[in-house]
């Protein structure tokens, strides 16, 4: 089993804050993926990152593929009411996808 | 361009039905992908396919659980008898092909088994 381990579970913070979160393995990816779920919806592709050390910038968000890609984070600038969501990284190999726990954001205003 | 459509949304039955969830992956996707969300085991793999044809269903968790994919445009789900453990949001997904690196979620049927 290739388990992909995210961290925080669940975060709560105030608008404009900063924020990271993080997506462990001891496994190696072809790929990382990170999406966003909001309540009965399914998950929305943010980004794939393919080579190790890749950065990633999606305005206010910044991807980062570690450089063994064994893991990767996401950090959030200024975050706003509209980030809120579940934050889950997938991991690819081998033809599979191997998501993470997910990680439950709330950003108050 | 529309996305993946699932359907029926919401379903619920009682323990013993039969259930089939239907799926319509984006034209021109050649992968499918069917997956189960709770909140215990967070979004696990059941089967995926591959032009129509199943390629991995080590992830369905017992023989109660079986998928289709007779065209390119439709796949069905089927739990028979359904139990109050099967329980939990199931997500289709397509993508290009299997080397294809992102996926789309379709917008997922919630199971309730009473």
């Known amino acids: 089993t290739q388990l992909l381990e995210q961290s925080p579970q669940f975060l709560s913070i105030q608008e404009g804050e900063n924020l990271t979160v993080y997506c462990n393995s001891s496994s190696v990816f072809s790929s990382l993926q990170w999406y966003r779920q909001e309540p009965g919806e399914g998950p929305v592709l943010l980004v794939t990152?393919?080579?190790?050390?890749e950065v990633k910038k999606l305005k206010r968000l910044t991807f980062q593929f570690g450089d063994a890609r064994k893991d990767s984070s996401l950090h959030i600038t200024a975050a706003q009411p509209g980030d809120t969501g579940l934050y889950l990284c997938a991991g690819y190999n081998f033809n599979k996808f191997y998501f993470g726990s997910g990680t439950k954001l709330n950003v108050k205003p | 361009d529309a996305g993946v459509i699932q359907s029926p949304r919401h379903e619920v039955t009682e323990m013993g039905q039969e259930v089939t969830l239907r799926c319509k992956p984006i034209s021109g996707h050649n992968s499918l992908f069917w997956y189960r969300q709770t909140m215990m085991r967070g979004l696990e793999l059941l089967i995926y396919f591959n032009n129509n044809v199943p390629i991995d269903d080590s992830g369905m968790p017992e023989d109660r659980f079986s998928a289709k994919m007779p065209n390119a445009s439709f796949s069905t789900l089927k739990i028979q008898p359904s139990e109050p453990r099967d329980s939990a949001v199931y997500f289709c997904?397509?993508?290009?092909?299997?080397?294809?690196?992102?996926?789309?979620f379709g917008p997922g049927t919630r199971l309730t088994v009473t």
């Open positions: 997904a397509s993508s290009l092909d299997l080397m294809s690196y992102e996926q789309y």
């Open positions: 990152v393919v080579t190790g050390g």
